[in-house]
């Protein structure tokens, strides 16, 4: 069986990607080698990569959902919207949990959960 390792993203601007994914998710930074690539130890050997957009390399938002949980979506999403964090899709509870949806810098949509209380 496989063993997922790395989500990477193709960003339009590394350092300011790398600063909403520590800044504002809080991810730990691993590897910042800007203006050449970035990832965030996920835990249990899983990466989130950040790589600059290329000639083959495009940014797709829409491409690519990743999603994180958090304590409180509602408190989470308020904090997002005062940084000017784009809000896709307001807080709502769904069966999984409560749930909405951030856009990051480039406009890759980011899932953020809960768990029911």
């Not at 998710?25 to 996920?42: E, M, Q, R």
């Not at 940014?59 to 964090?85: H, I, M, T, W, Y």
């Amino acid at each position: 069986m496989a063993q997922f390792t790395i989500a990477m993203l193709v960003c339009a601007d590394l350092e300011r990607s790398r600063d909403f994914y520590r800044d504002v998710l809080g991810l730990k930074l691993k590897t910042d080698a800007v203006p050449d690539w970035v990832d965030f130890d996920l835990g249990g050997g899983a990466l989130l990569g950040l790589h600059p957009k290329t000639e083959l390399l495009a940014v797709r938002p829409g491409s690519l959902q990743v999603g994180f949980s958090v304590e409180n979506v509602d408190r989470f999403v308020e904090e997002c919207s005062a940084k000017g964090v784009p809000i896709f899709q307001s807080p709502c509870d769904e069966s999984f949990g409560r749930f909405a949806m951030i856009g990051d810098p480039d406009g890759y949509a980011i899932q953020i959960i809960s768990s029911p209380r």
